[in-house]
């Protein structure tokens, strides 16, 4: 009897004490005041976050008016044009790939207007950017968007999305009355911007170069030099694990299986992670969305870059600095750029540089007047060996070099560059017999 009485009582114990258990798991209420006051790890970031508007955006719009071409690269005037576009709405958008049978009339037209971009974007990406009636539309990648305003008083107006490298058109609509918008804006004033000639590089291709005056300014820049100890607790899984050491031309973070390297001399900073598994599928979309997620999680577009390439089989996608105007900014050492290359679900390489333009020294800015484009075009046709078909691109830019003195300042100099077999090259003033010269 004693020993079922003790029974009894150890199991009504024990429901008591589950019974005020459950309880205090259903009132419990954190402190989360004592949290926040706490030690937390904070985000590492060097700058803030960039929309993707601004990374992805066009380089060069065009407008093709009774056989004339004008065209403009200012960052002002493009993003004047795009800010009106991402208040249209798109619809009906379809491949239109196998009804057009001249490309390049279609492309470069009287009445269109032409916004290129630097390389194919996803529209899956895109589609955040702009808006689209249908909750799907077809997947495409495209590096040209194509405004029609001469048929601007029909029912609906058209806008091509193309991509030229793949040959493919798809076709949607915009209410007229944003067509009609659109053109009483821009491209009525389209012979404010620079002419324009034409180069029949293929019966495919035509390059577009900037002709008439062409007047750039020469910048110089005191550069700022970025915290390796910011980017080594972005980069690094647990940062705690990461020695740092010093080497002849700079340092050197390590863990057990990456390595970033910052050069001094070259202001190029390396992170490489060799275990990260490359040999698998991925899509366009997927690669460039995480290459501009990987960047803006750490803040580090420091300085104005733009998407300018990518290459699905590598898992590459590079990035290139642009100056406050819109002109390219080109370096032989590859300052001027940010390029990712990945595994399956981490980075294994990354390569940028190590400072950030800030503001140039007014002091030292100069206009000068450049070549024109016809003489340009005449120096790349007079080499031996030269093939137009080969001739992609022929632009302004700038040439970023860096200043031997103590201080290393950083130059943007105005030039001529090319691409050619998908390679950029630079027409420097010796080869044009020192046409560029300062303006006084």
Avoid: C
């Amino acid at each position: 009897m004693k020993y079922e009485n003790s029974k009894s009582a150890i199991l009504t114990f024990l429901i008591l004490v589950s019974i005020v258990l459950t309880w205090n798991l259903w009132t419990y209420q954190p402190n989360f005041d004592m949290m926040e006051n706490g030690n937390s790890v904070a985000e590492v970031t060097l700058k803030e976050k960039r929309e993707l508007e601004k990374i992805i955006s066009p380089d060069l719009a065009l407008f093709h008016s009774n056989g004339q071409h004008f065209g403009t690269t200012t960052a002002v005037d493009l993003d004047k044009m795009m800010s009106e576009i991402r208040k249209w709405s798109f619809y009906d958008v379809k491949n239109y790939s196998d009804n057009v049978e001249d490309i390049k009339e279609l492309v470069h037209g009287n009445g269109n207007a032409e916004l290129i971009f630097p390389a194919d974007v996803p529209i899956e990406l895109y589609r955040s950017v702009l808006k689209f009636e249908e909750k799907r539309i077809p997947a495409f990648n495209f590096n040209r968007i194509i405004i029609n305003v001469e048929n601007s008083e029909k029912e609906n107006g058209t806008v091509y999305f193309i991509s030229a490298d793949y040959q493919q058109v798809y076709m949607s609509h915009i209410s007229p009355a944003l067509l009609n918008e659109f053109k009483r804006n821009f491209f009525k004033n389209a012979e404010q911007y620079q002419p324009y000639f034409a180069f029949e590089a293929t019966d495919e291709r035509t390059v577009f170069i900037p002709d008439g005056d062409l007047e750039m300014m020469e910048y110089t820049y005191l550069p700022v030099v970025l915290n390796s100890e910011a980017f080594k607790e972005a980069l690094f899984s647990d940062p705690s694990f990461v020695q740092k050491g010093f080497i002849s031309q700079g340092e050197e973070y390590s863990d057990v299986s990456s390595k970033m390297t910052v050069n001094y001399d070259t202001n190029m900073l390396l992170y490489v992670n060799p275990t990260g598994e490359t040999k698998y599928v991925d899509n366009s979309y997927d690669l460039l969305m995480r290459s501009i997620d990987f960047i803006n999680g750490h803040g580090g577009w420091t300085d104005p870059y733009r998407y300018v390439a990518k290459d699905e089989k590598n898992k590459s996608v590079k990035f290139r600095l642009y100056s406050i105007e819109g002109y390219p900014v080109f370096n032989e050492s590859g300052m001027s750029e940010i390029q990712e290359v990945w595994g399956r679900d981490e980075i294994t390489k990354y390569v940028r540089p190590n400072i950030a333009l800030e503001l140039p020294l007014t002091t030292e800015m100069v206009q000068v007047t450049l070549p024109s484009g016809s003489e340009a075009l005449g120096f790349l046709k007079s080499r031996k060996n030269f093939k137009p078909e080969l001739l992609e691109q022929l632009v302004l830019g700038y040439e970023m070099t860096r200043d031997t003195g103590v201080n290393k300042l950083i130059l943007l100099e105005p030039a001529w560059f090319y691409r050619y077999n998908q390679t950029w090259g630079q027409i420097t003033e010796k080869d044009l017999g020192g046409l560029l010269h300062g303006l006084e």
